[in-house]
Each structure stands twice: as structure tokens, then as C-alpha cells.
């Protein structure tokens, strides 16, 4: 009797198993024509300045249009391009739509590119980057490069030498959802980050936990102590933005200024209005 159970049991799990191996393969079919047809798009974060709410860039986010799933978000695509090794045409491909698309803006506005710790251990990458810079014309001063601390400890001797050329290109490069993992002090002052980016778990928790408080204004501290600039992900009240302003912190990116959109959605403030209007109308955003 329980040994009937028992191969049942496998059975089942056999078959849940093969169900999960199909699933996976379709979609890495899928991500395949995807890739190869269009069926990636890239919509756009504004990040603003923190007294002014002048607008200073945009955060590129990856997005999949799937003919039966709809948008699918990069959390459910990007490790699955890192595992089947498609991870670098999609880098590549993000990287060249945001760059040409920001060469046309009529404001020489800064565009912030994720990288995927995969695409950061290519060894080639700044060539790679920089050819797509020459081929669409947006000048290295105005790419941003985000990446997480993931990216970094693989191998720390290669990711220091593919920052000092990215960095020697005019390139600036942020860390990502500081203080989500293993970074530490060490690490901010042996790589030459411009930016630190601070996770949106502690920025939506300013006002209502006394230890995220004072872990964003310990961040903070330290980016001023440090001479790198600091930004707060995930901004979504007034509130989180009286705090962060009382506590100087320079650049916000969050809901409330603007969820990520296709890049048309932002054509008033392209054309010159200031995001502050932006950040009144983007309370009720249209959803996608
Ligand atoms: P990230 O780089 O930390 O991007 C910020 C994420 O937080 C985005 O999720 C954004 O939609 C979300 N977010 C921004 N403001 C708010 C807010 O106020 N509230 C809340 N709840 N969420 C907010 P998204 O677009 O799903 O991207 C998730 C992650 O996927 C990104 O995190 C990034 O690590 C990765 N990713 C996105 N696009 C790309 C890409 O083109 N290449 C690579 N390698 N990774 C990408
Ligand atoms: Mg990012
Ligand atoms: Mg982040
Ligand atoms: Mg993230």
C-alpha cells in the first residue's frame, strides 16, 4: 500500500518535472523568436533631481510582449536568457534601441542601462559598448551603466579592469539595489562607482520603519563621505520625498514621478516641460 503511494508519488513528480522542462523549453523557443522578430520593447523610468524635480535621465527597462502571455517583466526572462546564453544578443540588443533612442532626444538627457552580471563578464564589453555608441551617435557621457553587486564578485580583478575602461570611455557606472546583498564598504571605495543606487526595500520603508530611516541616511552619509552620488529607487509618497530631500539626498526615481512607460508617453516632457509637471500627473498614470 505505501509503496503504491510511494511510485505514485514519483510519478507524479515525474510528470511535473517533465511539464516544468517543457514549459521551459517553449519559453526559451519563444525568447528565441523574440528576440530575432521585435517581440522585445524597452519602456522608460524618468529619474528626477530631488529639490527641483528637474528631469535628468532615464532608467531603460526591458520588456517582453509575448503573442499569449502579454508583457512579461525582465524578472521572468532575464535569468533564463543568462542559463540558455541568450543574454548577450538581448544585452546587445537593449543596449543599442536605448542608445540610438536617446541620440534623438532634443535634450541631451542621460540614459541608465542595466547590465546583467552575465553581460558584465564579458571580457570585450567596453569595445562592445562603444562600437554601439560610435553606430548610433550618443555620446559615452551620457550612458549610465547599472549593475549589482553580483556582477562584481564573480571575478573582482576582471570586473575592476572592464570598469576602468568603461569609465576611461566617459561611461558612468551605478550600482544597483544597494544594500540588498554582499557589498560593502571595501567595495565602494576599490571600485569607482559614480552612483549608488538605493534598493526600494529600505526607500519605501523610510516612513515607517525606524531602521530603513536609518539605513538610507547611513547610505547617504556615505555617498557624500565617498564623493558618489546617490539615488533613491522606488520613490512612491510625498512622504519618502520630504524625507529624502530633508536628508539631501540629489536624485529620485520612483512611481511617483513616473512609472515605466514606452518612451511616447514622455513626449511633452521631451519637448521641454519640466518633470514636475510630470511628477502631478503621474499619480493617476494610465496602466499599460
Ligand atoms: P532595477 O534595475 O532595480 O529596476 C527597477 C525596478 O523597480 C523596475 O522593475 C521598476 O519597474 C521597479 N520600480 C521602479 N519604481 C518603482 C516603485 O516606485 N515601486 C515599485 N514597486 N517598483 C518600482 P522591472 O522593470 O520589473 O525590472 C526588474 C529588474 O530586471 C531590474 O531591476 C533589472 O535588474 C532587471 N532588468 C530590467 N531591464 C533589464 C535589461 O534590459 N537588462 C538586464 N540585464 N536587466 C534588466
Ligand atoms: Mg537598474
Ligand atoms: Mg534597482
Ligand atoms: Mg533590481
Redesign the pocket.
Known sequence: QAKAEGRNCYRMFDAAMDEAITRRRELERDLRTALANGGLE??Y?PQVRAGSCELIGF????RWRHPVRGLI???EF?QLAEETGL?SA??EW?LRSACSEAARWTRPLKLA????PR?FQQSDLPERIFAILAETGLPPSRLEI?I?ETAIFADMSRALSILMRLKALGISIAM??FGTGYASLATLQAFPFDKI?ID?SFV?QVETSPQAAVIVRAVLGLGRSLGIGVVA????TAGQVRFLVGENCEEL????FG??QPIESFAEVMGGRQACDLAIRAAPVRQP
Not at 59 to 62: D, F, G, P
Not at 113 to 116: A, C, E, G, R, T
Request: aromatic content about 2%; charged content about 25%; proline content about 8%.
Open positions: 524597452l519602456h523610468q532608467e531603460a527597462l526591458a517583466p525582465p524578472g532575464i543574454i538581448l544585452g537593449v542601462v542595466n547590465l546583467s553581460e547599472e549589482t544597483d539595489d543606487k526600494r519605501g529607487e522606488g520613490v512612491e526615481q520612483g512611481y511617483l512609472k515605466p
